[in-house]
């Protein structure tokens, strides 16, 4: 089932055509570096569940370098081509990478790990949609390589972040806000250009805020209980 194009929703600057020929191109271009991202996200998923001396620094340096990718070279080196907004969009993403380093690599404040509960489940299963079925997904809906959005390209390596984010053992709020804030952007393509793979991006965006608040008001309350059992 497809999603009735309408390109007309939004207002969009370029027509269906255009926005799949930009996945044509830059899964052209870029090739074998599909190979290298995914090697760098089964690294990161390794990681999380075998956790070990620097696994931390490693899954961060992968994700920054994930979203400084999409930022340079999918935001402003193709996509700007037919999209004026895409040098914003590139701005946000690598803001996002940098925050990745100061966080994880510079402050060492990202912990990631397993756990035996919903929330580490829903990251583990959106760290496997995000690489691996969402491009079957968008196969069997007729968006085949290589003019479909291939893990690396900011849908699906949105949904696998939003994954990871869910496995921080104290997570912070800001890190979350540009990829919930894409998980949204990007839905607006399944309505628009008929990706009706990217209803999943909703879809993971609203788990991961859900997870991520939960979190982190569990925290507060394990926190401020500690602190009176102080007084």
Known sequence: MKIKTNTTFMNLPFTPEQFFGVFEQYNEAVWPAQVAIYIAAGTAFYLMLRPGKYSNKVVSGILALFWLWMGIVYQWSFFASINPAARVFGALFVLQGLIFVFEGLVRNSLAFSFSKNWRSAAGITLMLFGPIVYPILGHFLGHTYPSSPTFGLPCPTTIFTIGALLLVN??????????????????????????????????????????????RAKVNKKTEAGVSGLV
Do not use: T
């Open 170 to 215: 104290r997570p912070l709020r800001y890190i979350a806000v540009i990829p919930l804030l894409w998980s949204a952007i990007g839905f607006s393509a399944a309505i628009s250009l008929g990706v009706a793979e990217d209803v999943s991006l909703l879809i993971a965006g609203l788990i991961g805020m859900v997870a991520i608040m939960f979190k």
